[in-house]
């Protein structure tokens, strides 16, 4: 299974994200996205399974969780913005997800990619797919048998 992860597209769906991420199962977007109008473009790539960020429209908002806890394939995943945990750096939300047994936490909101590992638990930011004050990035998280592995892709 390939899943697409991508956070803070702030209403700027660009092409080369259409390009990474073409014929993933799904995407899970870790908020900001804005607009229904970009979340509706996005999922012409894929299913999205999203939460809210502290930039979504209302209209957007109201529709989506603050958080989830998902599983694909035996592997645990919180997915985040992270506006409300902290500075949303890993230390904070190594304390607020590190006990909930889940395999990767996936978040936003901070636009820096960024990977790590504490207690056996990855912490996965995609950065900013709309390289907004940064260049564009995203993930790509690949899951079989309840192993996975995660990396970056800049998108150019």
């Known amino acids: 299974m390939r899943i697409g992860i991508v956070s803070d597209t702030h209403d700027r769906v660009l092409a080369s994200l259409h390009a990474a991420l073409a014929g993933v199962d799904e995407i899970l977007h870790a908020g ?3 607009t229904a109008e970009a979340l509706a473009e ?9 939460v809210r960020g502290n930039m ?3 209209a957007l908002a109201d529709r989506l969780p603050k958080d989830r806890i998902l599983e694909r394939d035996r592997v645990r995943i919180a997915l985040v913005h992270g506006h409300r945990v902290g500075r949303a750096s890993v230390d904070d939300l190594a304390r607020r997800y590190g006990d909930e047994g889940v395999d990767l ?3 936003g909101h901070i636009h820096v990619p960024v990977f ?4 056996e638990v990855r912490y996965f930011n995609p950065g900013t797919a709309g390289g907004l004050g940064a260049p564009p990035t995203c993930g790509m998280l690949t899951v079989e048998a309840g192993r996975f592995t995660v990396e970056h892709l800049a998108l150019g």
């Open 42 to 50: 996005i999922q012409t790539i894929a299913p999205v399974t999203a």
């Open 105 to 107: 936490v996936i978040w």
């Open 116 to 119: 790590e590992v504490r207690a």
């Open 32 to 34: 900001d996205i804005a």
């Open 56 to 58: 979504d429209h209302r």
